[in-house]
């Protein structure tokens, strides 16, 4: 397959619709098309059954273009590479504008996994030729790309790989399940379940509660909250895939997590316990809760979502059996790594001040802050 190259056109005003094909006598009728959001719609069909073709991961699912858009108010494009009428690669990315740091173009934002789906190395090479032109035609600071498998190219100079995912294969039943678990885990759900939780299911006349624990838990830690809308817009894209497990103790909210249902994997992007109810071990007995769903309905593995090396989260989610899983991040340019060094020292110069702020406070402040870090 052969790439077609873009050039800019200067007197227009979209950002996206500044590209138009160059033709050269070298090159073969095979297209690389930059497609906005405005023409997703006529694409989505034929995208959905690609990239369910190649990788039916929930976080693979295109429905997240608009979730990102709406709930993060990012601007999403995607890359497609057609030979011979079909879709034989997609690169979804998000244009990502910061007052603070500036512009980025990320595949994807808040997602653990992106980056090129295609059908060779050689559509992957020339998918990520486009972005790269892309990148520096917008003059982002910088272009990231999410992936599970490693990918060659010349203009990627910059991996990091300090993150993994944690993954569990499920068994048939939950009782197979139990038995495969560590004995101390069992003990420790064992004494949640005598705390007589209440465990409520549902999507978004359970959301108040989900948020009231998510973000309280977020200043716990000194990080910048998502969304209230973030959260919104997952819960209508995915109707029927995507639910929220709330746990009460004496009808108070005390942990709840998000769950999103894919064909063969379960994956839980975003969950949280308060801290007076560790000694409760309400953490510990929601999971067994997440866990006991997926097995439920059948399928083959249970994503913790990602964690870096060694990290309390990489600890807790390993003790349920969790196997790693190697990320690897991509950057162009290659002094992105300075950047990238730049932003988390600010970020964790600015913990400790976040934890002492009011919980209402942060739920004002921590979104428009949140969506600039483009994670």
Known sequence: MRCLLYKLQPDTLSLFSKFEIVTAETLTTDTITIVEHEDFSSRMREWSTFVAAQNPHPSLDLRWMDVLRIGLKHRPICLEAISDGKTVGLLPLCFVESWLFGRFLVGLPYLNRGGVIATSPAVATCLVDRAVELADKLRVKFLELRHEQPVEHPALGVTMTSKVHMQLDLPASAEQLWSDLDAKVRNQIRKGQKQEFQVRWGTTKLLNDFYHVFSRNMRDLGTPVYSRKLFEAILKQFDSEAELCVIYKDNKPAAAALLIHGSQCTEVPSASALREYNSLNANMFMYWQLLERAVQRKQAMFDFGRS?????????????????????WYYWPESTHSTGQSVEAQRDALVKYWQRLPVWSTRVLGPPIRRLFAQ
């Not at 870096?308 to 349920?320: A, G, N, V």
């Open 308 to 328: 870096s090396i060694d990290s309390p989260t990489y600890r807790f989610k390993k003790q349920w059996g969790a196997k790693e899983v190697p990320l690897y």
